[in-house]
């Protein structure tokens, strides 16, 4: 089941919601590197995500799904969201140098054909960050927070993923390893969780990270039209709400 933004945008309001946001924003960040003169794509609901990427990125885009709904992103200047079918982008091959995707891979309907409009939009040598919940990750079994919807990935069915369509994993990295509740006394222990966590191995995280890079020849070619998945038609446009 994909969550409707409005349920995103109360997850990332919640205590909860903001200590994730933040412990991720460092990876996703780190990941990033320097992103000045870059052409940078938001993927799903990235934009909590992306505001490190306004100051010095040349273009910045949120794309998101007409089926989780949009919002007004960011609050200040003209908005930079965009809602699309994510399988069928509205971007000119090799379009953008970056693209973060955070509760996006987990809700499409078919993922290896993101995979290859991802390949079709990325320049040469661009680079993508993925954020997923881990499979056995326990904010995967739980429905209290956006990573308990979806499919969560193992890291070898994400690895997979990327290389089976052209993309070479270069950096992984995990997250999210405090328990996925809002009791006061458990978010504030968050950053003594997630360092004790470290040391014990990625079996307590409930995210994986990882970026990736493009290859020069698409390992499999784009599917025709006709083979593709046939989706449920997008909801009418609707006015989009102002997130945080």
């Known amino acids: ?46 934009t909590p995500y992306m505001r490190f990427t306004l100051a010095n990125a040349e273009r910045v885009l949120a794309f998101m799904p007409a089926r989780q709904g949009a919002s007004s992103w960011p609050r200040e200047g003209p908005s930079r969201t965009v809602l699309c079918d994510p399988l069928e982008m509205p971007l000119t091959d090799s379009a953008v140098d970056l693209v973060i ?3 996006a891979f987990e809700h499409v309907t078919d993922s290896e054909e993101l995979m290859r409009e991802l390949w079709r939009v990325c320049a040469p040598n661009a680079r993508i960050i993925v954020v997923v919940p881990r499979r056995r990750g326990l904010w ?12 969560p990935f193992s890291r070898s069915q994400l690895d997979d993923l990327l290389r089976q369509h052209s993309f070479t994993p270069e950096v992984w990295r995990d997250a999210l390893f405090l328990p996925p509740s809002q009791l006061p ?37 784009r599917r025709q039209r006709s083979e593709r998945l046939v989706r449920v038609p997008a909801l009418a446009p609707q006015a989009a709400m102002r997130a945080e």
């Open 140 to 151: 995967a079994q739980r429905d209290n927070t956006p990573f308990g919807s979806g499919h």
């Open 1 to 46: 089941m994909t969550p409707d933004v409005t349920q995103l945008i109360g997850f990332y309001k919640s205590p909860l919601g903001r200590i994730a946001r933040s412990l991720l924003t460092e990876q996703v960040r780190g990941l990033a590197g320097d992103v000045t003169g870059l052409r940078v794509l938001g993927l799903g609901f990235a």
């Open 185 to 221: 006394p458990l978010l504030k222990s968050a950053r003594l969780f997630e360092r004790g966590g470290r040391l014990l191995g990625s079996t307590l995280a409930g995210a994986m990270c990882v970026k990736a890079k493009k290859e020069l020849f698409p390992a499999i070619t």
């Open 101 to 103: 995707a955070v509760h």
